[in-house]
């Protein structure tokens, strides 16, 4: 009997070695094939004028392949995004775990279940039809297009995986730490940001690196929402992502300007892995601290 118990054991280790070494398999094959068709474009138009260049003008006679305008603008709409979604979905996750009574946690839970399931097309077109014309009216440009209205769909399309995680990551908490907290003297809500918020920090992290890829990587609803133009960034100037650069000109490139798409993908490939190999640093950094 025990022997059979081994060998199940070992058998149900082997599958998940074989799934985990197929998942690190397929991340260094999209790696290698980004590297190998991205690597081309930036010989030929060069490290610093690929990077650097303020103007895209892929499809004109004398094309111009220059991304600093992308990569700025997925840069601030990022941090946009941040600023205003990692608040309000950290707070809401924090009312919820603790603070909420269990009707008003399920149906906020189901709501944000809700929000998480939404295409993000649906975002694209709500913002389109309503965000961007408030815009325009509310701030007197002559296009609500733009990047502010980017930034506020990417804060909405973040949420539910903040709020998700970090709910999960708060309810985990050992309840003896919070009634270890009131025994002391601690009031509830001094418990609950200096002791459980504190406890459950790495599920918070990792709610925040979620919610940076999910702004990062969007690529539909930012296009409906931002003009896709390639500018400089400005907040009521209409922008294009590094992710929408690619999506609205892929269908119809050929020759170096399919070429240049590919090394934009690897350069927001490479901005992600930099992006999460900072926050682990950090986190790690905290910890051994």
């Known amino acids: 009997?025990?022997?059979?118990?081994?060998?199940?054991?070992?058998?149900?280790?082997?599958?998940?070695?074989?799934?985990?070494?197929?998942?690190?398999?397929?991340?260094?094959?999209?790696?290698?094939?980004?590297?190998?068709?991205?690597?081309?474009?930036?010989?030929?138009?060069?490290?610093?004028?690929?990077?650097?260049?303020?103007?895209?003008?892929?499809?004109?006679?004398?094309?111009?392949?220059?991304?600093?305008?992308?990569?700025l603008t997925s840069i601030y709409g990022t941090a946009g995004a941040i600023v205003i979604g990692v608040p309000i979905g950290f707070l809401t996750a924090v009312y919820l775990s603790k603070i909420a009574s269990e009707r008003v946690k399920s149906i906020v839970e189901t709501a944000v279940s809700l929000l998480a399931g939404i295409p993000s097309v649906v975002y694209g077109l709500v913002g389109m039809l309503i965000l961007v014309p408030q815009i325009r009216k509310l701030f007197h440009v002559p296009d609500g297009a733009s990047l502010l209205a980017a930034i506020i769909v990417l804060a909405v399309m973040i949420l539910p995986s903040i709020i998700?995680?970090?709910?999960?990551?708060l309810d985990a908490v050992p309840k003896e730490?919070?009634?270890?907290?009131?025994?002391?003297g601690a009031t509830e809500i001094e418990t609950?940001?200096?002791?459980?918020?504190?406890?459950?920090?790495?599920?918070?992290?990792?709610?925040?690196v979620l919610g940076i890829g999910r702004a990062i990587g969007e690529a539909?609803?930012?296009?409906?929402?931002?003009?896709?133009?390639?500018?400089m960034p400005g907040l009521f100037q209409s922008v294009r992502f590094l992710t929408t650069a690619v999506a609205s000109e892929m269908s119809y490139s050929s020759g170096l300007q399919r070429e240049a798409l590919?090394?934009?993908?690897?350069i927001l490939f490479l901005?992600?892995?930099?992006?999460?190999?900072?926050?682990?640093?950090?986190l790690k950094g905290r910890k051994e601290v």
């Open 1 to 71: 009997m025990k022997n059979r118990k081994k060998a199940f054991e070992k058998f149900v280790h082997g599958i998940f070695l074989i799934l985990g070494l197929i998942t690190v398999g397929c991340v260094l094959l999209i790696t290698l094939y980004l590297i190998v068709s991205g690597i081309p474009a930036i010989r030929k138009i060069g490290l610093w004028k690929f990077l650097f260049g303020k103007v895209w003008e892929s499809a004109s006679e004398q094309p111009s392949y220059g991304i600093l305008p992308f990569i």
């Open 164 to 169: 998700k995680v970090s709910i999960t990551a």
């Open 177 to 184: 730490y919070e009634d270890a907290s009131l025994a002391l």
């Open 192 to 208: 609950y940001f200096k002791v459980s918020v504190p406890a459950a920090k790495s599920g918070i992290a990792a709610a925040v």
């Open 220 to 231: 539909m609803a930012v296009m409906m929402v931002s003009g896709n133009v390639a500018n």
């Open 262 to 266: 590919f090394s934009i993908a690897l």
């Open 271 to 282: 901005f992600i892995m930099m992006i999460n190999a900072a926050l682990n640093f950090f």
